[in-house]
């Protein structure tokens, strides 16, 4: 079993930026591609970012590139969002996701976390 706990959610205005975090436990976490999916209200959860085991490939959606950066620090067990020019439609619940293969959109990862709130005002 992976845990994952995200922390780093919250209010922010339009153009503002927050950075998420999920910390992993419970497994060798460079043996796992990492990645975070979210759900606005109303609506499905859907793919935004991945990121491979070693941290060299990475991939979004495409509302989101150029403003959002996914890494990771397997030293720390920890993948990061950092997000950058937020815009009200980025408000949703963020989820951290991991899986043994590299996370797209046509995966459903194995692994979730329990969700941060990010809610962008404009």
């Known amino acids: 079993q992976v845990q994952l706990v995200e922390s780093g959610g919250g209010l922010v205005q339009a153009g503002g930026s927050l950075r998420l975090s999920c910390a992993a436990s419970g497994r060798t976490f460079g043996d796992y591609a990492m990645g975070w999916f979210r759900q606005a209200p109303g609506k499905e959860r859907v793919f935004v970012a991945a990121?491979?085991?070693?941290?060299?490939?990475?991939s979004y959606t495409d509302s989101v590139k150029g403003r959002f950066t996914i890494f990771r620090d397997n030293a720390k067990n920890t993948v990061y969002l950092q997000m950058n020019s937020l815009k009200p439609d980025d408000t949703a619940v963020y989820y951290c996701v991991a899986d043994r293969v590299y996370i797209s959109i046509a995966t459903t990862p194995d692994y979730w976390g329990q969700g941060t709130q990010v809610t962008v005002s404009s």
């Open positions: 990121i491979s085991r070693s941290g060299s490939t990475s």
